[in-house]
């Protein structure tokens, strides 16, 4: 039986909250800008040229760096050996670095996982493996991905992963920019490429692009990337916090002074389109396990705007 009809009771307010939430968007006002595609795969990819990044002296197959039961590590001397489950696995099961990199850092479409703690880490396996944590939009692949793999993962290979990721230690590459404009972009990779030409308007949206697209796709722990937010967001997101906002709950109560990390997870300097997404699947009922009831409360009545200036003070924090 799942666990959480043990509480007939949250249960019950998680489907009403569902159901708000789901009233309270129409396909128009879903900010599909939050979940970019991968776009078309490059026409001249070679699978069997070398490849690198700076600052590493290892050299790969290009085919090695997009095999899901390895994670190529580029930097092997900065954090100590990883279980296999993180670089080497074989089946169904991926490799946990493929994704979130061999020392935690993650991308914008998963996760950092880096210095979450040993209990939230098997708490989000769980609720992923049973079903209570989906994305407020059903069709993001790498939400998908994520419930596969922790079906496909055995919860004993689960301890050894979140003991791993815990002791890493997070190093933000984000860099927070407000902004009326953005550089063109295209969606690629689930995160934006940057084109050349006239900048476009930014709107209420946050953009985030790799510095350099060829080391992203090669999975470079250390590419920065950008970051536009609308410009005041930052100061507006760091009031907002502050206050609580329409919940009256300032985010410090749980989640550590300057963000660092409470009784909720750090939230400093990581990824602000993956900052966001949360809140929208909170609000949705899409993260309705019972240790979310209560970020369900406190973004019931978010509006857009306000979730993308907490994100971008989040991000701007440092970790
Ligand atoms: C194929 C890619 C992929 C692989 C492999 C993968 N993950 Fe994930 N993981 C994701 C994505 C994508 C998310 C974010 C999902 C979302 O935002 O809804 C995520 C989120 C998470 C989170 C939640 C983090 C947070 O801050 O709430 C944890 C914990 C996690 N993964 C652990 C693992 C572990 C442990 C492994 C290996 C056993 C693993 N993942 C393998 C893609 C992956
Ligand atoms: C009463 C305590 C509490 C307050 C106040 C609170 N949070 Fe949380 N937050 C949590 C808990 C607990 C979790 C983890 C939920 C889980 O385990 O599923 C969480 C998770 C999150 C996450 C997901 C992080 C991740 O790694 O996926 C985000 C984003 C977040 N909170 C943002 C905020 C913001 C922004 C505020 C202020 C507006 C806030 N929270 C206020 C308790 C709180």
Excluded at 7 to 35: D, K
Excluded at 169 to 175: A, G, H, I, M, T
Excluded at 177 to 182: I, K, Y
Aim: proline letters at 11%; aromatic letters at 8%; hydrophobic letters at 40%.
């Amino acid at each position: 039986m799942p666990k959480r009809w043990l509480f007939p009771g949250l249960g019950f307010a998680c489907l009403v909250l569902t159901a708000l939430g789901a009233l309270a968007l129409t396909p128009e006002q879903f900010p599909g800008w939050a979940y970019p595609s991968p776009g078309a795969k490059p026409a001249s990819s070679a699978p069997e040229v070398m490849i690198s990044v700076p600052g590493s002296a290892i050299r790969r197959r290009e085919d090695d760096v997009h095999h899901m039961n390895m994670a190529v590590d580029w930097f092997p001397g900065s954090h100590p050996p990883a279980p296999a489950i993180i670089t080497h696995t074989t089946g169904d099961a991926w490799a946990c670095g493929y994704c979130h990199l061999p020392d935690g850092q993650g991308r914008p479409e998963n996760a950092s996982l880096a210095g979450l703690s040993e209990t939230y880490i098997l708490t989000q396996l769980r609720a992923f493996a049973d079903g209570s944590r989906e994305s407020a939009m059903p069709a993001y692949a790498p939400t998908g991905y994520m419930t596969t793999e922790a079906k496909n993962v055995t919860p004993r290979e689960w301890p050894a992963a979140a003991a791993y990721y815990s002791q890493r230690r997070f190093v933000s590459r984000v860099k927070v920019v407000e902004s009326a404009s953005t550089p063109p972009v295209i969606e690629k990779a689930f995160v934006y490429a940057p084109l050349e030409g006239t900048p476009t308007p930014l709107g209420a949206r946050i953009i985030e692009t790799p510095a350099s697209m060829e080391r992203f796709e090669a999975r470079d722990p250390h590419v920065p990337i950008i970051a536009y937010v609308p410009e005041g967001a930052v100061a507006s997101g760091a009031k907002l916090a502050a206050s609580g906002g329409p919940a009256a709950q300032p985010c410090a109560l749980c989640h550590g002074v300057g963000l660092k990390g409470g009784l909720g997870p750090p939230l400093a300097g990581r990824s602000p389109t993956y900052i966001f997404r949360q809140l929208m699947a909170f609000q949705a009922g899409a993260r309705r396990n019972p240790e979310a009831a209560p970020m369900r409360m406190e973004t019931a009545d978010l509006s857009q705007m306000q979730m993308i200036a907490l994100a971008a003070y989040a991000a701007s924090l440092k970790p």
